[in-house]
């Protein structure tokens, strides 16, 4: 199994980045998928989920801010992030897991002028 994520990068506050995380070697569609992140010096935390129907949940400090998405077809995730705050900077994961669970290895997300 590997999850593999990108578009991550720099980007000034009240900018936009959309991250991706394809997914090989599971049976995407049964998969909860979720986005985390890890600031320095922080524990890492749950940002947002998407279950295999589709339901979607996020932590209060990004409602209204980032969407996430799953394209089944291309066994993709996605987590499009608006009006980026600088306390959004951070190593953001992708995250499936049904019985078993699984890690990509993360993409920085820095935001500052």
């Known amino acids: 199994v590997q999850l593999v994520e990108s578009g991550g990068g720099l980007v000034q506050p009240g900018g936009s980045l959309r991250l991706s995380c394809e997914a090989s070697?599971?049976?995407?569609?049964?998969?909860?998928l979720d986005w985390y992140r890890q600031a320095p010096g922080k524990q890492r935390e749950l940002v947002a989920t998407i279950t295999s129907g589709a339901a979607t949940t996020y932590v209060d400090s990004v409602k209204g801010r980032f969407t996430i998405s799953r394209d089944n077809a291309k066994n993709t995730v996605f987590l499009q992030m608006t009006s980026l705050k600088p306390e959004d900077t951070a190593v953001y994961y992708c995250?499936?897991?049904?019985?078993?669970?699984?890690w990509g290895q993360g993409t920085q997300v820095t935001v500052s002028s």
């Open positions: 995250h499936a897991v049904r019985v078993n669970s699984y």
């Open positions: 070697g599971l049976l995407f569609n049964f998969y909860t």
